[in-house]
């Protein structure tokens, strides 16, 4: 048998369940939604025909029940590609590692990882209120770097144009990209507009926002504007969508990442009304994903 986990590595609390997300493995459904705001997972599960299980600890609240006979957990995750690291580790742990023996099981588990969130667009078109879906995420927040992770030959030639047309390594750390889980993405067309990700560590400098503080590199957001390379561009830009597709490829989950446009950062548009924006794809994304 493998040495088992070090109790300060894998932190179980008094009832058998993972420390930042307060789950025990049977508490969790095979198919997840995860959200930023931990108010919006009540918004997600109201949609439920039944809700069997709730739990909060921290920013990380889960509700779990079924939508027909489809069993779904919705997650918050706080903001930022920080907590995703906890999210996704865990969330991984709660069904491929043996919490009585501290162990990796066998035969690993693949979960159905969708995000909903919400965006700045970086295409003119893209207007407000719009569905994008991440065909990719393109990290600038240096979690993956702390990773061993692998990049198909697409992945790496997207990257070095990337990193070619912005220079971004002699500014800040390296990049790194990966790409929607294909089984997921397929489902996920009409309605909705396709292009890569980039995700920011912040949301003001790093996403180019000037309130007293100056750039260090004020032109960065118009060179994710201009970035393309075959039918590739930059469609938008966030807070977690790298760290999840980067976390959910190396694990091996399918992951998907929809985003509501809530501002427009080419044409300086804002929705009027986001929440009801968010309301929308909510509700689209479970009609899919109910017949999944």
Avoid: W
């Avoid at 560590?201 to 960065?220: A, D, I």
């Amino acid at each position: 048998m493998a040495n088992p986990i070090a109790e300060s590595e894998l932190i179980i609390n008094e009832r058998g369940a993972i420390y930042h997300l307060n789950l025990r493995p049977e508490e969790l459904a095979p198919t997840i939604i995860t959200v930023g705001d931990p108010d919006r997972v009540s918004e997600v599960s109201k949609h439920f025909d039944k809700v069997e299980f709730t739990t909060q600890h921290r920013e990380f609240v889960t509700h779990t029940g079924f939508l027909g006979n489809k069993r779904i957990s919705v997650i918050s995750t706080g903001i930022g590609p920080d907590n995703i690291d906890i999210v996704f580790n865990e969330l991984d742990a709660l069904v491929n590692i043996d919490f009585n023996t501290r162990t990796i099981k066998p035969n690993l588990t693949s979960l159905n990882i969708v995000r909903i969130g919400t965006c700045g667009a970086l295409q003119e078109e893209y207007l407000v209120d719009s569905m994008i879906v991440s065909s990719h995420g393109v990290g600038i927040d240096n979690l993956m770097n702390y990773y061993q992770h692998d990049n198909t030959e697409q992945e790496n030639e997207l990257l070095q144009q990337f990193i070619q047309h912005t220079n971004i390594d002699q500014h800040f750390s390296r990049p790194y990209i990966h790409s929607a889980g294909s089984s997921l993405r397929m489902h996920f067309v009409d309605g909705f507009h396709h292009g890569m990700t980039v995700t920011c560590p912040g949301f003001y400098g790093p996403q180019g926002r000037v309130l007293r503080l100056g750039l260090h590199y004020p032109n960065f957001i118009d060179l994710l504007t201009s970035f393309s390379y075959g039918s590739h561009k930059i469609a938008n830009f966030e807070m977690e969508t790298s760290a999840i597709y980067g976390l959910g490829s190396a694990l091996g989950h399918q992951c998907l990442s929809i985003s509501t446009v809530v501002a427009n950062r080419i044409n300086q548009t804002f929705s009027p009304d986001g929440k009801k924006a968010v309301a929308v794809a909510i509700q689209k994304v479970l009609n899919v994903l109910s017949g999944i």
